[in-house]
Each structure stands twice: as structure tokens, then as C-alpha cells.
């Protein structure tokens, strides 16, 4: 494997452990659109660009889009229901 | 559940999949070194027998076309899906939710971000155009195009406001056209039947390799979907939108 390989697994790796450590869902939004655009870079770096492209429009754009959307619609809840 | 008990739990599982991610890990080809034939048959058959270039696009739309047509009926059925739950019913009090957010304030955009997102509406519209059309010759083709096309009316409601949304992707028009995007691939594969072949097989003339107009039937489907595709988009966008500015307004 070549180093930019390793170089983008670990980055994704890192990318991917911030969306689940950030707790605010409209910084997670944030967040996953960058975890998105390194995903797309890892594909092309395998050779696949074709899916590199879907993921950018759909991981980077889409996705985070269509939970800023929903999360404008919705009224906050309390805090701390989750963690117990 | 205690924090400890918790804690317990995950390592015990953490260990698991680690075992079980690296048995499979481990017995893995070296990257880019599969044995398959697949590969080596569709690399040996795009261009002589298809004339496109782009083999993911020829696997996509042609080789295994019947596939892609259950894929995009998915995206279809969602954006109905989506349209229903989200439709404005007779009978519903207006302006009254409970989950709504009523104190939340929202900044219009800088003059920086409106400049920008109206600067560049023209070339994603040029761009969407280019990756929807150049499917067969390049990465790419009408999924892709179609949702780089779909983020153009978004930008200009970035830029201006959701009424130039709605004056650039008038509802009626953009679900006319996902479901003429989405009927054409059916009729492109029934009309290969009528003529007397299977349906979806390439029938037409294949046309000039590496250009825009080869690959025959591919390039009509991959146009069928990138209209499907950027229509279905737009719909949900503009349903979500409708629902946030009938907010702003009651």
C-alpha cells in the first residue's frame, strides 16, 4: 500500500471518531460533510474515482444538507436525555 | 446501566470485532490485486463492443443496466415517500406543531456567502451538464451530474430568496421531470424489446468511442437519469423548504 493510502485511512479513521465525539448535531452535520469529502478522496486514492464522485455530491452535499434541513425544523430538546 | 458495566460491555465487543475485522482483514488480496475475471472481461469488452470508455458507466447502464433501473426506482420511491409525508393536507391547523421551533432566529446570509453562491450558479448548472453527458467517456454520469445539477437552484435560494427558488424549480415542473427521467429508462428498455432484442441490450449504433455520443442506449439512460436524479433532489428540497418558510411566516 502506498503512503497516501495509509496517510488518508488514518485520516478518515480520525474524521470518523470526531462525528461521533461531537455531540451538537448541527456541528455533527458539519463534521460528517468533511468526513464525506475524505471518504470521497480515500475511493479516488483506491482507484475509484466513479464512486469518489457519489460520494462527494452525496456524503459532502446531500447528507449534511438534508440534516441542517431537518435540524431547522425541529425545536431543541432538553439536554442530558441521552447520557443517563 | 453503570459507567462500569458500560465500559465492560464495550471493550468485550471492541475486542470481538477486532478479532473478527482482522481474520478478514488479514486474508485479503494486496490492493489493486483481485483474482476475479469480471474485471478483466468488462476491461476487455467496453470499448471494442460498446465504445465507452468509462467501464463503471458501461457496467452501470449497459452490462448490468437492470440493476441500476431497480437502483434508481430506490431514489424514486424515496422522493415520493419524502413528498408524501412532508404534503400540506386540507384539513391540518396551519402553523401549529409542537415540535416546532418557534424562538429560533434565523441570520440571513453575508454578503460574502449571497456573492459567491450567485457567482456560482451558472457554473454548476455547466458543470452538472458536462458530468451528466460525459458519463460514458469519463467518471461520472446522471446520478452524480444530477445532484451536482440539483445544488444549482439551492444556491441561488443561498444567494436570493426561497421565492427565486421556487420561481427557478416550480414544483409541477421538476416532478414532470423526474418522472419523464425516471419513465425513460423503462421505455428505453421496452423499446429494445419491441425491436425485437432484450430488454435493456444496446441496440442502437454504438457511435464514436471517447466522445459524447457513443455508446448507444447508454446515453440516453444516463440522460434519463441524471434528469431523475436532479428532479428527485430538488423535490425534496423544495418540500423541506416549503415546510421551513411556512414556519418563518406563522
Known amino acids: 500500500m502506498e503512503a497516501l493510502q495509509i496517510a ?17 448535531p448541527a456541528a455533527q452535520a458539519i463534521v460528517i460533510s468533511f468526513y464525506g469529502l475524505l471518504l470521497s478522496i480515500m475511493f479516488f486514492l483506491f482507484q475509484a474515482p466513479d464512486v469518489g464522485l457519489s460520494q462527494i455530491t452525496v456524503g459532502a452535499v446531500a447528507l449534511p444538507l438534508m440534516i441542517l434541513l431537518a435540524l431547522a425544523r425541529v425545536k431543541k430538546q432538553g439536554r442530558g436525555k441521552i447520557e443517563s | 446501566m453503570t459507567r462500569r458495566v458500560r465500559r465492560i460491555f464495550f471493550l468485550l465487543s471492541a475486542v470481538l470485532l477486532i ?4 481474520n478478514g482483514y488479514s486474508k485479503l488480496p494486496p490492493v489493486g490485486a483481485l483474482t476475479g475475471t469480471y474485471g478483466d472481461v468488462v476491461n476487455a469488452i467496453t470499448v471494442p463492443e460498446r465504445h465507452i470508455t468509462d467501464a463503471v458507466t458501461a457496467v ?21 415517500g419524502a413528498v408524501l409525508l412532508m404534503r400540506r393536507q386540507s384539513d391540518e391547523p396551519g402553523g401549529d406543531h ?3 421551533a418557534r424562538d429560533r432566529v434565523v441570520p440571513n446570509p453575508s454578503d460574502a456567502v449571497r456573492v459567491t453562491a450567485l457567482l456560482l450558479v451558472a457554473p454548476t448548472v455547466l458543470f452538472g451538464i458536462y458530468i451528466v453527458a460525459h458519463g460514458q467517456v469519463s467518471p461520472g454520469g446522471g446520478f452524480q451530474g444530477g445532484v451536482i445539477l440539483s445544488t444549482a437552484p ?10 427565486q427558488f421556487r420561481r427557478a424549480a416550480p414544483q409541477r415542473l421538476i416532478a414532470i421531470s423526474e418522472a419523464i427521467g ?10 429494445c424489446v419491441a425491436l425485437g432484442g432484450s430488454f435493456l441490450q444496446n441496440l442502437l449504433p454504438l457511435g464514436q468511442s471517447a466522445s459524447i455520443t457513443g455508446g448507444g442506449t447508454v446515453v440516453f439512460i444516463d440522460l434519463g437519469v441524471g ?12 418540500v423541506y423548504l416549503e415546510e421551513l418558510m411556512e414556519e418563518k411566516e406563522g
Do not use: H
Not at chain 2, 425516471?182 to 423499446?191: D, F, N, P, T, V
Open chain 1, 8 to 24: 488518508i485511512l488514518l485520516f478518515v479513521a480520525a474524521a470518523g471518531t470526531a462525528v461521533v465525539f461531537t455531540r451538537e
Open chain 2, 19 to 22: 478479532a473478527v475485522f482482522w
Open chain 2, 60 to 80: 452501470n447502464f449497459d452490462i448490468r443496466g437492470f440493476d441500476t433501473l431497480g437502483e434508481e426506482f430506490i431514489l424514486f420511491t424515496s422522493v415520493m
Open chain 2, 98 to 100: 409542537e415540535d416546532r
Open chain 2, 154 to 163: 439551492l444556491l441561488l435560494y443561498l444567494s436570493g430568496t426561497f421565492g
Open chain 2, 182 to 191: 425516471a419513465a425513460a429508462y423503462i421505455l428505453i428498455g421496452g423499446a
Open chain 2, 227 to 238: 434528469l431523475e436524479v436532479s428532479g428527485g433532489i430538488v423535490l425534496i428540497l423544495l
